[in-house]
């Protein structure tokens, strides 16, 4: 089994659900790296797949689907 499915299946096993993120599956650590919920989904979100938004007065970012879904609706 390679190591990229060993990663998939333990982070879809519900022994380690929370620790991985909801987006690209890439598992988060404990003390480094934990993932942030989204604002809008509260799933929890790796670095990589979060979209910061332009707004000057507070910066706020979202998982790339939320930031792809209200860009959709503008």
Known sequence: MASGEL???RCESSLWSGHCCARC???LGRIINRGANCRACRERI?????EYSTAAHAPE???IRCHKEKI???
Request: negative net charge.
């Open 7 to 9: 990663e998939v299946l």
């Open 61 to 63: 970012w979202l998982c």
């Open 46 to 50: 790796c670095m990589s797949c979060r």
């Open 25 to 27: 599956r890439a598992e």
């Open 72 to 74: 959709e609706y503008v």
